[in-house]
């Protein structure tokens, strides 16, 4: 059984920790079940997480579809896998400062180095596959 971590939420509450998980039987079972927990049980302290934000906005098609293949590549096995990765997704209305830097650029996938800044990936495109977003998602960790 497949494990996606996913912090959801915003400048005001701070991001909360799901699991998703998908059915061992059958990936492809549109059933999905979502389980709280909080963000020092998911991972070991003896290894840094691999953390990924995506920043976003309600009523953004572009994020939704972006959000859509992000979830379908954390689910992708194989030698890119980034099953391991933490997604937060930000509200970048909730944020003026997020909203000043991204509101003509949505959707913006960060990736966060070990030393806690972000550094933005180059925008990609609508048009490529779940395992060339997972491909490049996992290129960027490997630098």
């Known amino acids: 059984m497949g494990v996606v971590r996913i912090a959801i939420g915003n400048a005001a ?6 699991q998703h998980f998908r059915s061992a039987a059958n990936p492809a079972a ?4 979502f389980a709280f927990c ?3 049980a998911s991972f070991s302290s003896s290894s840094t997480p691999r953390k990924l934000i995506l920043y976003s906005k309600p009523g953004c098609c572009l994020c939704d579809g972006l959000k859509e ?3 379908a590549a954390f689910s992708l096995s194989g030698m890119n ?3 391991d990765v ?3 997704i930000r509200d970048i209305t909730t944020n003026p400062e997020w909203e000043r830097l ?3 650029e949505i959707p913006v996938l960060a990736r966060v180095r ?3 800044t972000e550094e933005a990936l180059p925008r990609l495109s609508p048009r490529l596959s779940v395992e060339l977003v997972q491909k490049k998602i996992a290129a960027a960790f490997d630098q």
């Open 13 to 18: 509450t701070g991001p909360q920790l799901f």
């Open 30 to 33: 549109p059933s999905t079940r």
């Open 38 to 40: 909080t963000a020092s």
């Open 69 to 71: 293949k992000l979830d």
């Open 81 to 83: 896998s980034i099953s």
């Open 86 to 88: 933490q997604l937060q």
């Open 102 to 104: 991204y509101q003509y």
């Open 114 to 116: 070990e030393d806690g």
